[in-house]
Every structure is written in C-alpha cells, then in structure tokens.
C-alpha cells in the first residue's frame, strides 16, 4: 500500500508533504471544515415508502382501538378537549385526532446553545450527534473497574462534551448518585450540565415542582423569562410513557409543565422489543410510532405548536436473558426504521444510537457503537442521543470514550455529508493531466492540497501509523491518550458558562451542591 | 433499563426464560438461522442515479481520451481485436467497444465453495463478507507486537474462517514472508487457504507460470480439469493496473492465463485518492470504475462471459502524511459508492471495507471497522473484501480479530437483511391482546419465543453483561477470550480439506512447504 513521498516536482510547487503538515496544523475555520454540526443524511433508508405507510396505519389503528391507560385527570381534559376518546379507563385517539395534531405540530423549531454557535436546527435530514443516558455506574479504563456515578462525574461530562468538535449538544447522561433527595438530584443536573457546556442541554425532572426549579433558573441565566422563552437552551427529556401504553403520570405532569413554561420536549418512548415491545422489529416500530403520536397530541393539546421532539426509541432486549442490548444490527435497524417514520412526519425527531454492550473502551466497544452509529447517522435521524460514551447498554459511562467517540463521530459524520459529484470533482480534467503531463500521481495536484482540509476529516486521538512507526512511537494506546487528555481538560478547562453574578444568584435560590471552586476555582 | 423477569404467566406457557435459553443453546439449523450467507442489501445509497450517470459518463471520457500505458503484446493482440485504438503506447477505448463488453459480460456466476454449502451468488445486491489482504505482519495482542506473517499464519487464518459463521470465503490475508522463492510463495499461498478451509478461495499470483501451477493443484483437487472448470473453486485477485492508468504488466500476463484456465478473477484498481487517484471523493471513483471497465474489456476480450468480479478499490489517504488509510468516513463513502457503479452494471461487484488503521483489537479498530463495514454491507456491495481481520491499515493481520470481527459481522449481516414488514410483524393482534388481555408485557407471548431465533443474532465472543454480570464473571477481556478460542481451533482443527491421496499427489509433484503433520496429525 506504500505510496512514494512526494516528488521533486511537488516540492517545487508548494513544498509537498512538509506544507501539507503545516496547513494541517493551522486551526480549520468552521466553514472551510470538513464536516459541520447538521450534515444532511438520509442515504440509508431500510424502509420502503410503503412499509412506512403501514406502519402508520398500524400505529393509527392501535392508538384507535387499543388506547392508553393510567391517563391523569388533567391529561383526561386536554385530550379529550382535543377529540380523544376516554373510556373504561383508556384513552382512545380517533384518526381525525391524530391528523389535526399533524396539523398543528412543530415542524421547524431550534434547539438553542447559550452560544448561537451552538444552535441546532433538527429538522428535514439534518443530523446532530449527542449525549444522553441515565447511567448510573462511571466505567474508570484506568482501573478497569465500575463505580457509582456522581454529580462532579455530569460536570465533567459536559466540560469534556464542551471540548469535542463533533458532539453537538449535551443531555444528562448519568445520574448523581451522591443525591438523594429527588427535587436537588433534578435541579443539580441541569445547574453541573449548564456550568460545563453552552451547548444545547437536554435534562430530566421527575415531579412537576423540579420543572418550576429548572426555569427558574432557566430565567436567571436568561436574564428573564421573555429571554429564556426566545430562545430555550434547555429542553427535556420526557419518558411520558410506559411501554405498552400506559402513559408515565408524574412524567406526564412534568410534560405539562414543561411545556407550558416553553421548554421543548423529547417525546421518549423507550421500549424493549420482546419484553415491553414486540419482538418483531417491526411492531416495535409500531408500538414506539404509535405512542409518540399519542404524545404529540398531548403537547399540541396543552399548547398547539409547543416544540417537541419526535422520539420513539425501541431498544433490543437479549432474548436469553431479557436484558436491555443497544448495540447490535438489530438496534441500528430498529433506530434507523424509527428516523424514516419521523421523515415520513416531517417531525423533528431523536431516538438513539452509538450504544454498546461492552463494559469497557474495548474493540466489542468500537463496532458496536460504530456500526450503529453510522447506519443511523446515515438514515439522517436529526437528534441521535447517545451517541457516545455509553457502555454496558447503558449502565455505565465513559469519560474516556466521550473523547474517543468524539474522533468516531467525525468520521460518521464525514459519510453523513456524502459525496459531492460535479465537474470539479469528478475531476476529468485533473485525470488527463495527470496521465498525460503530469508526474504521473496526484501527490502534488493543487486539487489534493486544495481539498486535504475540506474533503477529509482527521482524528485527535486515533493513530494512522505503520507498525514500524507505531513501535518507535512507543505503542501508543488510544485509551491512555484518552485518559490523560480527559485529565488535562478537568484540571485545567474552568469555563465559566454561568457568570459569577448569575451563579450567585442561582446559589442564594437554589441547593447547588456543586462547589463554586469547581466552577470557578481561585 | 431493567425489565421484569418472567411472570408466572409466562412460566406456565412455555416455561419463560430457562425455556428460552435452551432452546438458544440448542444449534439453529441454517435455514432458520436470523442471517445466512448472501442477505440482500442496497438500502444505503449516497449516489443519486443521476451522479452515477455522471460518473459513467466520465469514466467513458478518460477511458477514449486519456487511454492506459504500458499493454503488453498479447494485450494489445487481444484489445484492438474487440475495437480498442492502440497510439502513442497508450490504449484506447472507444464507448462502443464498452458498450459490447458490457453486453458480453457474465453477469451470474458461483463462486464455488468445496462443500457447495459454501457456494457464493454475486449477482444483484447479495452481500457477502470475507477476508483479502496482502499483510506483511502478524499483530499478537497477547504480547502486544508485530512480527512478520508467515505460511503457518495463512494457514491458520484459513482454518479459524473455516469455523466462523459469519465469514463466506477466504482471500489470502496475509504474505508468508518465510518463502523467499516468488513461485513457491504463490504455489504455497493457494496451497496453505485450501488446506485450511473448504469456502471459496481468493489468492494472488505474480507470474503466469505460478497460475499454471495453482490450476493444476486445482485440477487434482478437484479430480480432473472438467470437473474444475464446472466449478471453480478459486479465483484470482489481479491487480491488473497501477492507478492511473497504467496496466500492470506480470498481472496482466497472469489475468490472461487465469482467463484461458477457468479461474474467476477479481479485477481490483486499487487508488489511493491524494496519491494515485485524485483527492476529491467522486474522481477517485470516476478513475477506479474507468480502469475496471478497461479490465472487464481485457476479459471479455480474452474470453467472452469469462467470469469476473468488477473491482474498483479506492483507498483514502491521509493526506497529512500520504499514508494508506482505511478506517475513515471517506472510506465508506468511496467504497459505498464503487459498490453502487457495479450496480449501476450489474456486475458481481467487490470490493474492501472493514478496514482498521488501529494496530491492536481496540476500541479504534473496533469502531473503524465497524462503521466501515456496516455502510459497505448496507450499499449492497456483494464481496465485502477485507472486512474482517485487518489491522494498521492493511499492513498487519490478526488473528484474534478474525473471531471477534466474525460476531461484528454477524450483526451487520443481521443489518443487511433488514425489516421484514407484514401483518405478522406489523403485531397489532399482539400488542392489543397484551394491553388488553395479557400481562402487559411480550416476554412469554408465543411471538416472542418463534421470534427469539429467526429475528435475532447472538454474538458468540461478545459480552451483554451489567457491570455486577461483568465483576462476578471476572471481568472478561473479549480480547482474551478470542486468544482462548484462537488456541482452542487451532490445537484442535485439521480439517483434512484436501484428502490424503490427493495431498500426497500434489507433494509429489509440488515443493509444498506446509508440513504433513501441519494438516493431518498423528
């Protein structure tokens, strides 16, 4: 595979290889980088225009005749307000229903970063890769173990996200297990999430009262509710449903809240084929479909044209043992299937992808979560959640494979942008002269030195090295690099994304529970 | 995540989840197996129709303006004679010579295994994947180092393929550096993949004489030259051209005497966009399309509806360094991409993805190869070339990874195949008796335990463990355990794929180099 260096001729031109290094270490101004946050995907797509048609019908017919259960009083009176049907206890959701709702629904929303760098448009094909996730445990490569995750663990999980080029938002993905009480577990997730990034962040609450808690603060930082209300830089992930149909009451009651208070909501209905799903991919599919549309009803009930994110996120279960599996070919074509049915609504829509099964960074690690990555950021799903740093299908999160996957995600992204096919690159011209009068190879073409920034992404921690240079380089191993790249951006990435007026503020109000030297160390 | 084990319910049905695991542990016969060997993709597509047409029409431009260097006599005797123009040193073709070869073109052959069990279908968008590769190292993650590859490691390579599911055929992998003799190499190359395993094999020859050799072993393997020629058993990988535009001479001779002897031949152009294709993403396949055109015209000049597999293997380089690079997001495109054109012919149709430029099984191998070789598999590409094994981009070869990546594939074979949409999976009857009737859940429902087979791939290396699973079994390294299995088949394995009689005749006549107790044993 070796190619010769560079020859006298291209060193003439341009100075070859050694200017081919230099340009390459000159920082990339964004809109000369390769791959930006919103590549327009949707080149894979495993479903048919007629598959989708069904299961939209499917979806219709279920919410029509089977309903759902555990409706809450105030629920009972949006929707029915709307046309829904309550009977013996189940809501029923006639088709005309679910066809106004369509109707009424946002289509085109941001989801804001406090800095509009940030700013995120999910909507037609466009894809944006992020976190999510409720993991409990922090998987430590350094000592290969497992341990409980903790509120500085988020803090960290969101300077780190704040570093990484091609993570484009940031959602709770682990639980502060140093917290009992509920209410400060719920206010401390979003305060460590919005002093680590100014990218958009996702969180979630568990009562209606925590919602009042997070806008509140929302307002502050703000600097007013009219503010927060223009341009909403968190949004919140809602599990209002339990698989299959039964709606979630207090999620419920915090989705009414939420979105009366103007914070976009993902609409999250996780199930788990073979156990609170069908087992067949395909009704998955329609039972995740169907339960999205009853959300969206609800919203466009309580406020029509209230944003929400489209998000059924039908997991594979282990049907050996049960147990909850993200990162398998099965995962990737439930996602994938699930994007389309967003497209075939036009709706924003989020669901998950990247997971893996594995415990640790390791080679199981890599391909489970590229494979399923990839295929869904080709499927142009506009919001894929978890999408890096998750391990042991979803228990545990990494630090260090937030930065990895950082890496991963570029490439991914690079094939979600595609190939530009036109008389430049087709590159005809370039072809004959190269041939013809040319030194034979395309080393030292002004296309090659034009396009090294533009056409192709490179990693930050991944190698491309022989084995002969990776020996000299001292073998270098990606997990150690991560490790002590994570080490330095903690101990030396203070961002300040709250200012120390507004902080203060927030700490005269609230029970903040991460130290103010975290934040802002002396 | 966690989802409540049986109830009793289920139990009672059919005995819940110990009946589950059962029935897993039990093998699955093929026919019910959720993947098998040729599943149909093409459900990833960057290319529009249009830019295909666009591509066509440049690859035609280059192929009767541009012309390729360097034919050799007898080339030049068999490509005028179908109309080629031969000027200057450079040969021509004119659209209408292409167009002819495109009607004489086999467009439906086997790729014969010696168990027809293992019988490979190129033809429209069946998938199938394997190994290739032409590595000089042997990376051993036990010890973490590289070594040179020797016979023995064909050898064993082969024999590991011939026990993974997921694996359809076997390309010569790595290089035994321990033959110094080119015709010994290539004679013992061929001799060591058919000793090692009965799935179809690709090899490589560097001289005519040395294909002479290797089809003669075929015939007595196959026990007389008829009985060969019905059906192959081995083709050739021919690199027929040095990108751009330059026949390979000896390839070339060789291309002829495989052609005349009835060996399938996989005609590959492999260019590096930056180096010797050009750097924009489109004219690399433009280039590589253009000469594997040039190749099926050689063929069917030769021998008209000779069987061949249309080639076009672009390689990205890092353009920081002009190194081969074979993990990235360009890759997939470019490969994604080259496997559309051989659809836009319909011509059997390989090429390489899964590739790595990690050294070691890491998460960086892991996730290169995996979003790789899952965009290749879902382009409907029908030889997935390289896919598994592959190491430091192309220079090293492991072992390990062979049995790991066997799983990867698995789950992306289980990709490729896709949603089956219909008024059984679409489960409506299903999720209504179960949210209204039933237990709420899909755990014990009949669908699930038929489903849990057919619907489902299960990885044999890889974990699904939480991390209290994972801590109590000792926290196992899948990289170790592919090392124990690696041991385990190779201690174990002699499959005895050339019998005794015929193994003795072929070491009479030929310097075989593998020992006798190598392939059968006391």
């Not at 998987?139 to 960290?156: G, M, Q």
């Not at 039908?314 to 389309?340: H, I, K, N, W, Y």
């Not at 930050?460 to 073998?475: C, V």
């Amino acid at each position: 595979m070796g190619v010769a260096d560079d020859t006298k001729e291209t060193s003439r031109r341009r100075g070859g290889r050694k200017a081919r290094q230099e340009m390459r270490a000159a920082p990339i101004p964004r809109e000369e980088a390769a791959v930006k946050p919103g590549m327009v995907g949707g080149k894979y797509q495993p479903l048919s225009r007629a598959e989708q048609e069904r299961i939209h019908e499917s979806a219709l017919e279920i919410l029509e005749t089977v309903g759902i259960s555990d409706t809450i009083p105030s629920g009972i009176e949006y929707l029915t307000s709307v046309g829904c049907r309550y009977e013996n206890g189940r809501m029923y959701f006639p088709r005309k229903v679910i066809a106004e709702t369509l109707e009424k629904a946002n289509y085109r929303f941001t989801l804001h970063g406090r800095d509009p760098v940030h700013d995120i448009e999910p909507c037609g094909k466009k894809v944006y890769f992020g976190t999510a996730g409720a993991a409990v445990h922090i998987a430590e490569p350094e000592t290969n173990t497992y341990r409980e995750s903790f509120l500085h663990d988020l803090y960290d999980a969101a300077r780190i996200v704040d570093n990484c080029e091609h993570i484009h938002y940031f959602q709770r993905s682990v639980v502060p297990r140093d917290i009992e009480d509920p209410r400060d577990m719920d206010f401390n997730t979003a305060y460590a999430s919005l002093a680590g990034t100014n990218k958009h962040v996702g969180t979630s609450m568990v009562m209606p009262q925590h919602v009042t808690d997070v806008l509140e603060m929302c307002h502050m930082i703000a600097g007013s509710e009219e503010a927060w209300r223009a341009k909403p830089f968190v949004s919140m992930s809602c599990c209002f449903v339990v698989p299959p149909m039964k709606w979630a009451e207090d999620a419920c009651a915090c989705l009414e809240t939420a979105i009366l208070g103007g914070m976009p909501v993902l609409l999250l209905s996780a199930g788990q084929a073979g156990a609170t799903s069908p087992a067949a991919l395909a009704g998955a599919v329609v039972l995740q479909v169907a339960e999205c549309l009853a959300g969206l009803t609800y919203v466009n009930a309580i406020s029509p044209g209230a944003p929400a994110i489209f998000g059924p996120w039908p997991f594979v279960s282990d049907l050996r043992t049960g147990a909850m599996s993200g990162g398998s070919g099965e995962q990737a074509l439930l996602t994938a299937a699930c994007a389309q049915m967003g497209q075939f609504y036009g709706l924003p829509t989020g669901s998950a992808a990247g997971m893996c099964d594995a415990e640790m960074p390791d080679i199981q690690a890599g391909y489970e979560k590229g494979l399923t990555a990839a295929l869904v950021g080709a499927s142009g799903l506009n919001m894929v959640y978890e999408s890096v740093g998750m391990h042991a299908s979803l228990l545990g999160f990494c630090l260090e494979s937030l930065l990895i996957d950082n890496d991963m995600i570029g490439a991914i992204n690079r094939n979600v942008r595609g190939i530009e096919v036109n008389d430049a690159t087709l590159s005809v011209d370039i072809i004959r002269e190269v041939c013809l009068e040319g030194p034979g190879h395309f080393l030292g073409s002004d296309q090659t030195l034009s396009l090294m920034q533009t056409e192709y992404v490179y990693p930050e921690l991944a190698t491309r090295m022989s084995p002969k240079e990776w020996n000299e380089a001292g073998k270098p191993d990606i997990v150690k690099k991560a490790t002590a790249r994570k080490k330095e951006i903690l101990s030396t990435y203070f961002p300040g994304h709250i200012p120390a007026d507004v902080d203060k503020a927030i700490r005269d109000k609230f029970n903040v529970l991460l130290p103010e030297e975290s934040v802002r160390p002396k």
